[in-house]
């Protein structure tokens, strides 16, 4: 009953750590020490990567553990590294008799891990990571260990990319703010210099573009200073301008411009 009481914990540990505060790199460091507790393995660590596979954040239960999966990810080789670009379980049950990745194997022996295995973090068809488990004796992972550590991996995969998700989300509805004040910034420096200028929206709008570029000014800062009046753009209320007439739809406009 122990074991289920801690299994259940760990998922939602998991879980709320996903939703709180930690980063990537603190992320897979709570999934390491819970896989390390939970899991028949000396030692563990979890590597997480973006959409290219390329490796974003690592973290391990001891630092040992973690120059090994440092080694992984600069040499791009490894039981690690293969399961992130397989998106499936590698290792091996002896790595004295092990002739692949020859850099993580020699240095795995030499401190002190005799086997090592592998589990990918996927979610949604993607993957998002890898967790290694290592331990000093020799053998395969137990069958309840693998279901267990896979469970604990699909899990962090979800909340990997869901706070992914949220956090380009977030982002989008960011630039989008952004986007909808610049606009209503140079419309309304547009009404204010038409004022001044006795001019149409249009031709105030080409004193504000022109400057803009003669100074290499981005069109949003100019429309603010024209709305505070500020000294550097005060000569643009003289600025030579038609007189005010039928109003013409404005132009289309960029704030690169």
């Not at 992984?72 to 690690?80: C, L, N, R, Y």
Request: charged share 25%; proline share 2%; aromatic share 4%.
């Amino acid at each position: 009953m122990h074991r289920e009481v801690a299994l259940a914990s760990a998922f939602a540990a998991l879980a709320d750590a996903g939703i709180g505060g930690l980063d990537e790199t603190e992320y897979a460091h709570a999934l390491a020490l819970r896989c390390r507790d939970l899991l028949a393995v000396d030692e563990a660590a979890a590597l997480l990567a973006d959409e290219r596979l390329r490796v974003q954040a690592l973290a391990a239960t001891t630092d040992t553990a973690r120059e090994l999966t440092i080694l992984q990810a600069d040499t791009v080789e490894g039981p690690a590294v293969e399961s992130l670009r397989s998106a499936m379980c590698s290792g091996s049950a002896d790595l004295r008799h092990e002739s692949r990745w020859a850099a993580f194997t020699a240095s795995a022996l030499n401190t002190g891990f005799t086997s090592a295995h592998t589990l990918p973090l996927c979610g949604n068809g993607q993957v998002v990571g890898a967790l290694m488990l290592l331990r000093h004796g020799e053998g395969s992972l137990a069958d309840t260990d693998r279901a267990i550590g896979q469970a604990l991996a699909d899990t962090a995969a979800a909340t990997v990319l869901s706070r992914r998700t949220l956090g380009s989300t977030q982002q989008l509805a960011g630039q989008l703010q952004t986007a909808l004040h610049t606009r209503v910034t140079i419309e309304q420096a547009k009404g204010v210099l038409a004022t001044r200028l006795n001019s149409d929206l249009e031709s105030a709008f080409e004193v504000m573009r022109s400057f803009a570029r003669r100074t290499r000014r981005r069109l949003a800062g100019v429309a603010q200073d024209v709305i505070d009046d500020a000294p550097s753009v005060r000569h643009l209320a003289t600025a030579e301008a038609p007189r005010r007439g039928r109003q013409h739809e404005p132009r289309p406009y960029s704030d690169a411009s």
